[in-house]
């Protein structure tokens, strides 16, 4: 019988404990990402973060589970907040799709509250527009967004609420130009 030297039985455990736990991963972050391209390329990149984790094979399976949910919770909320910032939609881009009916005069008064609102919007916190992100643009519900943020559904809904108040009055103060 041949033994194993350390690397290859890193590699042994890493590829045991991805044919263990990749399905549960998969499922998890299938149900968190509207790509399943992403969802695939989220999970190469927690068992990468795992082969590269030495002290994670000592532990039991369940603890083990524990840690990759726990790196797939992180990927999922990292991989909104980069694309909160990347999937904005140029101002041009949004005209091409408006209502082609409308009059020059109406898709000029459109562009200006669209520009006023994106200003608002970039005033906000990050976490502001994460949530706002979350909610409007990949149309998430209150529970999934609590789950990807580790946070009670009630907790959501009151943040939710507030970065809405506070998206008004940045609104507001944006149209009648008294924003600092």
């Known amino acids: 019988m041949k033994r194993l030297d350390t690397d290859e039985a890193d590699d042994v455990g890493a590829l045991s404990l991805y044919d263990r736990f990749a399905a549960t991963i998969f499922d998890y972050l299938s149900q ?16 990468l973060a795992a082969h590269n984790q030495p002290l994670l094979f000592p532990l039991s399976d ?3 589970l524990a840690w990759l949910r726990r790196v797939a919770k992180n990927k999922v909320v990292d991989h909104y ?3 909160a910032v990347v999937r904005l939609l140029p101002l041009e881009q949004t005209l091409c799709a408006a209502d082609r009916a409308l009059t020059p005069e109406q898709r000029a008064m459109q562009r200006e509250d669209y520009e006023r609102l994106y200003q608002a ?6 976490e502001q527009q994460q949530l706002i992100h979350l909610r409007y643009g990949n149309e ?6 609590a789950d990807l943020l580790g946070r009670p559904e009630g907790t959501v809904r009151k943040m939710l609420a507030r970065t809405l108040l506070k998206l ?5 103060q944006t149209e ?3 924003h600092l």
Not at 32 to 47: C, G, K, N, P, W
Not at 168 to 172: G, K, N, Q, V
């Open 32 to 47: 968190q990402l509207a790509s399943r391209q992403d969802a695939e390329d989220l999970l190469v990149e927690i068992f």
């Open 81 to 83: 907040r980069h694309n």
């Open 62 to 64: 369940e603890r083990q």
């Open 140 to 145: 998430l519900r209150l529970v999934a967004i």
């Open 168 to 172: 008004r009055t940045l609104y507001e």
């Open 121 to 126: 919007i970039g005033r906000l916190s990050l």
């Open 176 to 178: 009648r130009g008294t």
